[in-house]
């Protein structure tokens, strides 16, 4: 199955590629290399995010001549590093299948440095300039494309670095007249088009909603505290904050439902006047917060993914590390402070490495990972449902006590279930470590298994556990007495919010089940 999904060309063709080709030159999944595969591509950016930052300040120390080369250096440096070692970005890295969003960031990155590189030596070197601006997108776009969709973005970040940074000042009308004919054609252009799309398809964005747990609005107004969620994990992170499961945050349902809703959409829009407005007084500050903001316009907003995913700062971040670090450099180079800047700076750095360390620590076993997720996130269902697993597969290693871990496997199980009411999971969890141990089969499980695919949304998980059911029947693990399976798969064919598609499967289930269990071969086919 790995195999297969690393060479599919359907989706995100480029990171997918690298999967393949990885596969095939190692004959087998390696973690390790998968990892230390992302560990470069991110060293890489780091690079190019050092490059970036040097000619960004370059730009500025022209209307501001009290920085000097050494501090601009720097300054390079620690935004650099900052961002590197910040534990904010460690998904990208650790997470294996982020490879997707590492990589269309590198393109992103390229395109911004042959942006700059052209725009500089637009005067001097017209021509060559022209076919770096122009080559920023036509070759770099489509790369960061294919690895991940929000590499579309690439020609918004080059509209604010120029609008910010260049503000359209050329030596000749012609040059200007030139950029905004690149704007229009690779931003303006794109952006109706993409905006007539979205009204006339709303079904296309809407159908994604049907399996979730929120609707377009309650996304739309959660998202603003979830906003505000990641700027304080930029700007001050600790650990607690951290995590793969971000179930836990409280949904949106109005303005004032909670009323934290209301003050973080006041919020946002205040952010984004001041990064419209300070364009020429402080154009870093304007800097970081637009490219934030237009970092998150398609993760963030009407798409139905998952609400929190800190992946999604891994490029928004760099504006934010940016802004913190030019203005502790400036305001040090103003009042003569450099070793208070310097101290300052290193302090920082030391901060986002520790909670960095800790993160990689956490993550270093199966067992600490999912049992600190737990202990941050205690209202997360998936976290508890994570640490029922742990303890369920010491069980099945038999490691430990086994009465012990069968308490805590059942308990973690049934806090998943409590805090998610359409979670049909933790159940079945707590049935196959009933029978791994030896104990009695609640039959309060199998009823509420029942009860909740007759009447509450089934996901994915959901159809899953079924399939797998059926498999631990045929391997004689599990009973169809006590699991009572046919009558589970009927109740979830009762339930009345199903799509056409997860009514097929759960047909092709039942099919299974009547061929391989039953022996019924008509019923099958039927």
Not at 51 to 75: M, N, P
Not at 98 to 122: A, D, E, K, P, T
Not at 330 to 340: A, H, P, S
Request: contains cysteine; hydrophobic residues 45%.
């Amino acid at each position: 199955e790995f195999k297969r999904a690393a060479l599919s060309m359907e989706t995100r063709p480029i990171p997918r590629a690298t999967f393949g080709i990885q596969h095939l030159i190692q004959g087998e999944y390696d973690p390790f290399s998968m990892k230390l595969v992302n560990l470069v591509i991110h060293l890489l950016n780091t690079a190019l995010i050092f490059a970036i930052s040097l000619l960004l300040i370059r730009q500025l120390k022209k209307t501001d001549e009290s920085f000097t080369g050494k501090t601009s250096l720097v300054t390079a440096t620690a935004i650099s590093l900052a961002w590197a070692i910040h534990p904010i970005n460690l998904t990208s890295v650790l997470y294996i299948v982020q490879r997707m969003n590492s990589l269309s960031v590198l393109f992103v990155l390229l395109g911004i440095l042959v942006y700059i590189s052209g725009r500089n030596g637009l005067e001097e070197y017209p021509v060559k300039s022209w076919i770096k601006i122009v080559s920023s997108i036509i070759i770099f776009l489509p790369l960061a494309w294919y690895s991940k969709e929000s590499g579309g973005l690439l020609p918004l970040f080059l509209f604010i670095i120029e609008l910010t940074f260049f503000r359209f000042k050329t030596g000749s009308r012609r040059n200007r007249n030139g950029l905004f004919t690149f704007y229009t054609l690779f931003l303006l252009i794109p952006a109706i088009l993409a905006g007539i799309y979205i009204l006339q398809h709303p079904g296309r964005f809407h159908h994604g909603y049907i399996h979730r747990d929120f609707n377009v609005h309650e996304r739309i107004l959660t998202e603003a505290r979830v906003m505000w969620m990641y700027i304080r994990m930029i700007l001050v992170p600790t650990p607690a904050q951290f995590s793969l499961f971000h179930d836990d945050i409280t949904l949106s349902k109005s303005l004032l439902e909670p009323v934290s809703t209301l003050f973080s959409i006041g919020g946002i829009f205040l952010l984004a006047c001041i990064g419209l407005f300070s364009i020429r007084k402080l154009p870093a500050l304007s800097f970081g917060i637009l490219f934030f903001l237009a970092g998150h316009l398609v993760e963030s907003t009407i798409i139905p993914l998952e609400l929190v995913f800190e992946h999604r700062n891994y490029l928004p971040s760099f504006g934010l590390i940016f802004a913190l670090f030019y203005y502790i450099a400036l305001i040090g180079e103003r009042n003569d402070k450099m070793v208070v800047t310097y101290t300052s700076m290193v302090a920082i750095i030391l901060l986002f490495a520790m909670n960095t360390h800790l993160r990689v620590m956490d993550w270093s076993t199966d067992v600490r990972f999912y049992l600190t997720e737990v202990q941050f996130h205690p209202n997360s269902s998936r976290a508890n449902y994570e640490a029922g697993k742990v303890y369920g597969q010491l069980i099945e290693m038999g490691e430990g006590d086994i009465e012990k871990n069968y308490k805590q496997t059942v308990y973690y199980f049934t806090r998943s279930i409590e805090l998610d009411s359409n979670s049909v999971s933790g159940l079945f969890g707590n049935y196959l470590a009933a029978i791994d141990t030896g104990h009695r089969v609640d039959q309060a499980w199998i009823d509420e298994i029942k009860f909740r695919l007759s009447n509450r949304k089934i996901n994915a998980a959901s159809v899953s556990w079924l399939r797998q059911m059926i498999n631990c029947i045929k391997a004689e693990k599990c009973s169809t007495e006590s699991l009572q399976l046919k009558d589970i798969i009927s109740s979830a064919l009762d339930n009345k919010s199903l799509s056409n598609n997860r009514k097929a499967l759960l047909y092709d289930i039942y099919a299974d089940y009547s061929y391989t269990i039953d022996n019924d071969v008509m019923q099958a086919i039927s």
